[in-house]
Structures are given as C-alpha cells and as structure tokens.
C-alpha cells in the first residue's frame, strides 16, 4: 500500500469529523461575539441562474425567524472549469428548478426560458447599482421574473431606464474580480449562502444553516425544526407513507459511480424507496469524471467533501474514512459488478464497496482491500477474481454513460422515472412524490371488464 492510501483516509476522517466541524463552529461565533457583529451571511446570487431565484423568494423569511442579515453579492461570470457541461446544466438547471419550484410551491413557472447574454448583462448591471439597497431582494425578483420571463424584453428594459444600471466596463471588470476572489474564498456556485466559514448551496441546504442557527437560538425563542417557517430540505427526505399500489412493478434507473460520495449517501434511501414502493431497481454504473476527461478543480472537491460529510450526518450514512479509488480502484469494482449482478448480490457489492471506499478507508485497487469487500457483499473471491481480466464492463459503462447524457445530465447519481429524470441524492422527495402520484392506467382496467 503507498504512503499517499495509508495516510488519506486518516486525513479524510479528521477533515469530515462532526468535532472538528463543532469545533469551527464554535470559534466562528466567538470571534463574531468578540467583534460585536451581528449574525450575517453573504448571499452569491446569480439572475441566469435558477437556483439563485429559488433561493431569493426563501431568504426573507428565513432570514426574519432567524435574525440574519442577508448581505448580496451579484454575480455573473463563472469559471467555466468548474461547469464541463455548461449548456447541458444551463437546460437541466432550469428543469429542476420547475420541479423544485413546483414541489416547494415556489414561483418558477414553466413558460420561463433560459435568457440571453444580453439580457443577463443588462439585468447584471441593474443589480450591481441596487446592491446596497435595502429593497435588493424584492428588486431582484423583479428581475427576474421580467429576465426569465419569454418575450418579456419591455419590462427589464423599463426596469433599467428607471434604474440607471451599472455602465457595462465597470460591470464586466467587477464580475470578473468576484469570480477570481470567489474561487479563493473556495467556492464556484452561485445561489449560495456563506455563514461563518460554512457554505450553504441552494434550497436544499437551508436545513443545515438553520439548524446550525437554531443551536444557537439567537431568534429569541426555541421553536426546533417543526416550526421553522418552510420544510427546508424536504425535496431529499424520504416520507414513505402508505404506499401507492399503483405505482409497485415501476422501473428506477439508477446511475451510480463508486467514486461519487453523493451516489453512496443515495444508496441507502433508494433501498427503501424501491423497497416501499415494490419497484424494480435498475442501477447503471458510469465511470467518474476525472475518469471520462472532465477536470474537478481543488476548491470543487474540498466543498464537496465537507457537503457530503454534513449530508452523511444527517441521513446517517457513515462516512469520512475515505480511500478515493479513482483509477484501478473505480476499475476493479466496476470490473466485478457483472458477476454481482450474476450472483444475484448487486445491491450487497453496492453497498459494501461503497461502504468500504467511503467509510472504511478500504482501498479496492489492493487484493487484500477488494477480497474484503467482495466478502462483506457474500462474494466468493476466488470466483470473483477471475472476473478482474474481463473487459465487459466496459461497453457498459460507456452505454450507460451516453444514455445519461443523451437524457440531459452528464453528472451522478441521476435516477429516471417514468421517462422523467432527477439529478442528484438531493431529488429523491421529488422521485418519492412522482410515485404517490401514479394513477392506474384506465385502458388496463378497461381491459378487464372487457375480458370474458
């Protein structure tokens, strides 16, 4: 074993300990006390960008429960590094964000289109001049709805004649300098929130922030999560009532790589749902992006380590002992999925690799870390071995790989249902509501009384 997968996943799990986060916490705040200032987040927004727009209509009253002040920061340019696939997140972004708005009963109709640069600039400039107003966030819905809105072209242009927007050379050097200083406080999304020293991305991260907020109880009365003023974080929770009978035999495509820590905090909610449910699980394993030529830049992969740690913990999914297995690693495992499936023991190899690379420190690229692994998953290791030389997986995860493009995502885990597709752990609630809402299929029932 190399010094470099000795020493990673001791340093993975001190960098994702639940103490060394309390720890950060706790300085956080006592140097806010010690400096007097009041509790305030920054709040990167976006007007292209939709989660930026979801996240605006949730700020003011998140921000009143909790006593936070809501500092904006406007931006427009983005390090094209960090986003491989840009018009492909640009058309699912705003697909999501319908679902999403729709799910959270937020304001994101399906008439609105993905808007030009042109009109992004201009909507830019207009907020960049009003930042520092006390009336920012109701402008900024303005906005956007008049930028997203299609054939709205009148309302941003009259919104600018009675705003005197930000000349175009200041704008452009002024979004270019918060893109570069964005990269070095460590971050690459907008629609983002940054408290004390912790980033919180989009709707699906409030839950965090406003426990984080709660613990501290600086809105005057503990009231606890049930009575926080929206069900932040709801569109990744699993509510599994009673289960819809209609829905049972459905197909969940599930497209899944062991070197994405989002795929493993999935995994187990995805067995409940499909347990629940009686559906039919279909996972396609893709080989990761650093692995199909697409780059992940150091300040992506820090914020995603210390996210998914936050998400383990509240889903209770163990995590933070880490042993990254991208190369022969991802190869191996992938390698042996063939005779899992063969076996009748995927969902056990699944998990137990996951669980192994991303909570055990196990490293499958060694014989000694993959027999561990396949016997946790009952694998017989002398027949599974054999499989290390077949190249099978290969055609396969290519296939898989450009169905899930072909479906408008590049990035995992994506799950497909009905034809419908949800990108992310973050998505399940949605998936979960999808089934709920399965009517029975009228022309079976009219086959039925038919039949003699």
């Given amino acids: 074993m190399s010094l470099k997968h000795a020493l990673m996943p001791r340093l993975a799990a001190f960098l994702t300990s639940p103490g ?34 979801l996240l605006l209509q949730l700020l003011p009253a998140f921000s009143a429960h909790f006593g936070l002040q809501i500092q904006p920061r406007v931006m427009q340019y983005l390090d094209q590094e960090m986003y ?84 175009e050379d200041q704008t452009r050097m002024a979004m270019e300098a918060r893109r570069d200083q964005f990269l070095r406080e460590g971050h690459y999304l907008t629609g983002t929130l940054h408290y004390g020293g912790e980033w919180y991305w989009g709707i699906d991260r ?27 974080g709801r569109a990744k929770n699993l509510q599994l009532p009673a289960a819809n009978p209609d829905a049972a035999g459905e ?39 650093v692995m199909r030529g697409l780059s992940v830049p150091r300040a992506k992969r820090f914020y995603i380590l210390h996210d998914a740690a936050r998400e383990a913990r509240l889903h209770g999914v163990p995590f933070g002992k880490i042993c990254d297995p991208v190369g022969a690693g991802v190869e191996r495992c992938m390698a042996l999925w063939p005779f899992a499936e063969k076996e009748g023991k995927l969902r056990d190899w699944l998990r137990a690799a996951a669980s192994g690379i991303w909570s055990e420190g196990t490293n499958p690229a060694s014989d000694a870390g993959l027999q561990a692994l396949c016997e946790q998953a009952g694998l017989d290791w002398n027949r599974a071995r054999r499989w290390l030389d077949d190249k099978e997986w290969i055609a396969r995860a290519t296939s898989n ?32 509501q999808h089934l709920l809402d399965i009517k029975p299929d009228p022309t079976e029932s009219n086959n039925k009384e038919e039949s003699p």
């Fill in 84 to 167: 491989p696939e840009p018009e492909l997140l640009a058309d699912l972004g705003r697909r999501d964000a319908i679902a999403l708005a729709a799910f959270c009963h937020l304001e994101f109709p399906d008439t609105w289109q993905i808007p030009s640069h042109d009109r992004v600039q201009l909507a830019t400039r207009i907020l960049l001049r009003h930042e520092q107003d006390p009336a920012f966030m109701s402008l900024a819905m303005t906005v956007s709805r008049a930028l997203w809105s299609a054939g709205n072209d009148d309302a941003l242009t009259a919104l600018a004649a009675d705003s005197s927007p930000m000349p």
């Fill in 251 to 289: 197909t969940l495509t599930l497209y899944f790589s062991f070197r994405s820590p989002y795929s493993w905090l999935a995994l187990p909610r995805v067995f409940r749902l499909v347990d629940h449910y009686g559906l039919t699980l279909d996972v396609r394993p893709v080989l990761p992006m």
């Fill in 206 to 232: 409030l839950d965090h922030l406003a426990r984080r907020l709660d613990d501290l109880d600086q809105h005057g009365h503990s009231t606890g999560p049930a009575h926080w003023p929206h069900p932040y």
């Fill in 20 to 53: 060394r986060q309390d720890w950060q916490r706790r300085t956080q705040e006592l140097r806010r006390r010690l400096a007097r200032r009041p509790h305030r987040a920054v709040f990167y927004f976006r007007a292209d960008d939709p989660y930026s727009v």
């Fill in 401 to 432: 790989r450009d169905e899930m493009v072909a479906g408008g995502s590049w990035g995992v885990p994506t799950l497909v249902l009905d034809g419908t597709l949800y990108w992310g752990q973050d998505r399940l609630g949605l998936v979960e």
